[in-house]
Structures are given as C-alpha cells and as structure tokens.
C-alpha cells in the first residue's frame, strides 16, 4: 500500500502545474493519500465554494465563542481545579506547549485525564495566540470549553463544537496528537 501510494504520488504529481485548481485539489488528495496533512492551514474559508475553513480558524470560533458565553477555563490550575470537581462539564481541552517542566508534567497528567474522561485535547501552537483569543492578560497555556446546556439539562453543541468533535475523532487513536496552528489575529 505504501509503495502504491508513492508511486501513485511522483506519477500524479509530476503532471499537474501548481496554479490551477486541479492542482490544489490534487494535492488535497495527495496530502490525505500520503498521510500528511494541512493541519491548520492553507485550506478555503467558510463560504469559498465548500471548502472547509482551516482547522486553526475552527478553533478560533469556538474558543471566542465560548469566552463570550462564560463557558471557557483559562489556565492549567484553574482547568485542574475544575476538572476535579466536574469532569463530565467539559467537551474540549486545549494545550500549548509551555517552556516549563513543571507545567509540562502537569499538562500529561491533565492530557492524561482528559483522555480517561473523554474529554477531547485539541495542541496548539501556541500559548501567547491562545491567551489573546480568550482576552487574558497573562500568557496562559492550557484551556477548557464546557459543554453548553438547554433548558431541562440536556447537551447541546454548536455547529462549530461538531466541526471540532469530527477532527478529533479523525486523530482520537493518534498516538501523537497534530498540533493546530492558530491564525495569528
């Protein structure tokens, strides 16, 4: 399978010229045929033709979007202090890398009960994007969306939630998560 697959890669490739858009859809095609993907980037917006927005700007919606609402934890003591208490409450995780040992073991412990409790752990490429997106004044590297509720307690998600919920089902196995590239604004 990998054999036919580089072949089917240097043969396909060799004949497409980079500026049409046969040429972007190929290698859409190649890049899910090669296992590499545009995690992040590149990609179409949301209204160019059916094209799905990058996953980075997906991430963007729902975190602005839950912030808005009061439903978003900033900060890895304040995600471990209210996952302690309530871990059914939360829908997604999201990580940065952080410089810091001591904040690094704590981000595999919490992945870890993330991962226990079916929380969905979103990497990201950077801490100081993701403290500017939720509005905090401190560089934070950690943060939780709740799940949001109707009346009578019954879960809703937006359409945004669901978008995330696929490509984290896509890389749930994953032994090593894709980290998100967050835009820049």
Known sequence: MVIATKI???????????GDIDAKLA?????????????GGGGGGGGDGGMMEPIGATVRRALVAASREDRAIVGLSESINALSKTPEDFLFCFLAASGNPANHMHQVLLEAFCFEHDIYIIKVDSAEK???MLGTPRVESCALLQKSWSEGRTETITDVEDQLV???EEHWEAPIKPIVKLPEK
Do not use: M
């Open 8 to 18: 089917r890669t240097s043969s396909i490739s060799s004949t497409i010229e980079d």
């Open 27 to 39: 290698n859409l095609f190649l890049g899910s045929a090669t296992g590499k993907e545009n995690v």
């Open 130 to 132: 993701l403290s500017r």
């Open 166 to 168: 696929d490509y984290c």
